[in-house]
């Protein structure tokens, strides 16, 4: 039987800046404690960039030069760049074109998708897309963010969650079964109120008001996040095992936004999947938005056998959500 073209994860990179910002330096910063972010989040450290003038793609560069060097590709063969980012270095040009450029990916042509903590998820089915169709044969996909370029480092509420970060991998074609299975992905604008930026975009323009207020930066209500968060993720990650009668004996691993370990253990626990079979790295680097699902990856790279089922879910702002069911292929 001549099996169909899927796309297969061929390899991952990460990278994540020196600087590590730990709970007792943020208590100095605003009124909170090591127990409490512990506790409530699950948190210890995160990586911040430091540095005039470096943004994203500084992290994305960095993340697709080391998935360049483990994997042996010829930056040339790379056809196309998808970044999933809610940092960007700039409104335009891209934050793909940067990394690319910067990373010598001249070939490939680039673009941004913005969907916030679901992003790198929206963009590797996006991916996927292009290379089942048959039209492209080698796309990186990167998640980076620099998170606090935007945190409000007085709110004691939104601080703690967010780190800096980027990861990226190498998507081919293979016709061998292993690769990307199914998606269910949603978004729903009503959500935007609870979570998002207010100002430097169209709609608010950076102005003297606008430094003023404080609208630069992440306004978050945790509560009704948390809520959202931990219902979508269940029901989408439960709706697409169903959907493909999965088990969770069939799981190797459940691969979660890293936002709050509260959030990561109740969508675990919604599928029936054992702690040890949760990637989870929110405790060294916090919630790099983008990043986090490919920085499970890259963590959990060498537990991971050819034909392993992974279950990705993912929850942010939009809101955007989903779950994605694919076979590693390495
Ligand atoms: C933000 C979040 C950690 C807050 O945790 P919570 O358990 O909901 O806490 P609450 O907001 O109910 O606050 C409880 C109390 O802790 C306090 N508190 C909040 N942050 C605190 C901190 N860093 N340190 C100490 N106390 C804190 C509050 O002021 C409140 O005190 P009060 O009862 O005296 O008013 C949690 O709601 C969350 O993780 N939400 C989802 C966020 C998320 O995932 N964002 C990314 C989207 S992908």
């Not at 980012?85 to 793909?96: G, I, K, L, Q, R």
């Not at 998606?183 to 935007?192: C, K, V």
């Not at 919604?270 to 079979?277: F, H, K, N, S, T």
Request: proline share 3%; charged share 20%; with cysteine.
């Amino acid at each position: 039987m001549a099996n169909k073209t899927t796309a297969a994860i061929t390899g991952v990179g990460a990278w994540l800046p020196e600087y590590i910002l730990d709970n007792d330096e943020l208590s100095c910063m605003v009124d909170t404690t090591d127990e409490w972010i512990t506790t409530r989040i699950g948190i210890k450290t995160r990586h911040i960039l430091k540095g005039e003038g470096l943004g994203t793609s500084y992290l994305g560069e960095r993340a697709v030069k080391n998935l360049l060097e483990k994997t042996g590709v010829d930056p040339l063969s790379i056809e196309l760049v998808i970044c999933a980012t809610v940092t960007p270095d700039m409104f335009f040009p891209s934050t793909a074109n940067l990394i690319a450029h910067k990373a010598g990916l001249t070939n490939a042509f680039c673009f941004d998708l913005s969907a916030a903590c679901s992003g790198f998820l929206f963009a590797l089915w996006t991916a996927s897309r292009y290379i089942e169709s048959g039209a492209y044969k080698r796309v990186v996909v990167v998640g980076a963010d620099k998170m606090s370029s935007i945190v409000d480092y007085t709110d004691r509420k939104t601080c703690p969650i967010f780190g800096d970060g980027a990861a990226a991998v190498m998507l081919e074609p293979t016709t061998d079964g292993m690769g990307i299975q199914d998606a269910l992905l949603h978004s729903d604008g009503s959500g935007a109120v609870h979570l998002y930026m207010k100002a430097g975009g169209s709609a608010y323009p950076a102005s003297e008001e606008t430094v003023a207020n404080n609208w630069h930066r992440i306004h978050q209500d945790g509560q009704a996040v948390f809520k959202a968060a931990v219902s979508h993720m269940g029901d989408t990650t439960l709706e697409l095992m169903e959907k493909n009668h999965l088990a969770a004996s069939d799981i190797r691993y459940l691969v979660p936004h890293q936002a709050n370990l509260r959030i990561i253990d109740a969508t675990a626990a919604r599928i029936g999947l054992p702690a040890e079979q949760c990637m989870i790295n929110i405790q060294r680097y916090g919630n790099t938005t983008g990043a986090t699902i490919p920085l499970c990856l890259w963590d959990y790279e060498k537990q991971l056998k050819r034909g392993d089922n992974l279950i990705l879910a993912a929850f942010g702002g939009g809101y955007t959500w989903g779950a994605m069911w694919l076979k590693w292929a390495y």
